[in-house]
């Protein structure tokens, strides 16, 4: 019998972490083959001319490893090693209202920056600017978040400040998105810097995806906005939540078993359980 394999997969044959008895494979250093087929990821067994090895079908496997990618390090760190390269980067955007309190918006990046894994770019999104230019002695000056986010040492940051206020937070979101959205971040996640983000969000985040194998198109947030996790191929495939259509309610029109790909935030970050 013929397998048919995806195109998008991943060969254990030459990772470092697959484990042999001579030339048949056995297992993985690492756990992740059983990782893999607990979520229900189908390993396919084959064998060329060398070796009998799996296959990963229908996944990139982020922890794979040849000897050439660990080259010059002792063997006996690989797996330390690649535990802590393996982290889910993400893009973090902090919604600032006209009304926002100043040590709000500092609270929020200091919990982001506490984070076990901190976001690779923090957006500030500023709709108090057209406040702050008819009234500068009573909203904060643009400078300010500047400086908040500099002194927050993020490992990439921005501000974007808003000249209309009609646009709704999903349509920021997408004008936020569409300035990054060629950056390798595979995720976004979305907060009001009046929300208390739990100490244990980005580990819960990183677990789902790397652990649990959550194949995550867009998760839902614990109100309209607070917590929305996004994949960026999900955002792009489907415009976002342009023409005034929630992102969510495309995938479910217009994507092939749509609801799989749709997560409740509790089940991916339980600390935001509703």
Not at 69 to 85: A, F, H
Not at 247 to 266: C, P, Q, R, S, V
């Amino acid at each position: 019998m013929t397998k048919e394999i995806s195109t998008i997969h991943t060969s254990c044959k030459t990772c470092v972490f697959a484990k042999w008895e001579k030339s048949t494979q056995v297992g993985c250093k690492l756990g992740k083959l059983k990782d893999y087929e607990d979520a229900g990821i189908e390993i396919v067994s084959v064998r060329d001319e060398d070796k009998e090895f799996d296959i990963i079908d229908g996944r990139f496997c982020m922890f794979f490893r040849n000897e050439r990618l660990m080259e010059g390090l002792p063997k006996d760190t690989w797996e330390k090693i690649v535990k802590l390269q393996t982290k889910v980067p993400y893009h973090a955007m902090i919604i600032v209202d006209k009304d926002t309190e100043f040590k709000n918006i500092k609270r929020s990046l200091i919990k982001l920056k506490s984070q076990k894994i901190s976001p690779n770019l923090v957006t500030i999104i500023n709709k108090s600017y057209t406040s702050y230019v008819n009234d500068p002695e009573n909203y904060i000056a643009p400078s300010k978040f500047l400086e908040l986010l500099g002194n927050a040492e993020f490992h990439q940051y921005s501000l974007k400040n808003i000249y209309d206020d009609e646009l709704d937070d999903r349509a920021l979101v997408d004008l936020v998105f569409d300035g990054v959205k060629d950056k390798p971040l595979p995720f976004y996640v979305v907060f009001n810097a009046e929300f208390d983000i739990p100490e244990e969000f980005s580990d819960e985040l990183n677990n789902s995806v790397l652990i649990k194998m959550m194949q995550l198109g867009f998760v839902k947030p614990v109100d309209d906005i607070n917590g929305m996790i996004v994949n960026k191929t999900t955002h792009k495939k489907h415009g976002g939540n342009a023409f005034g259509v929630a992102l969510e309610d495309k995938i479910l029109k217009y994507e092939e078993n749509g609801e799989k790909f749709i997560y409740e935030i509790g089940d991916v970050c339980p600390s935001m359980k509703k």
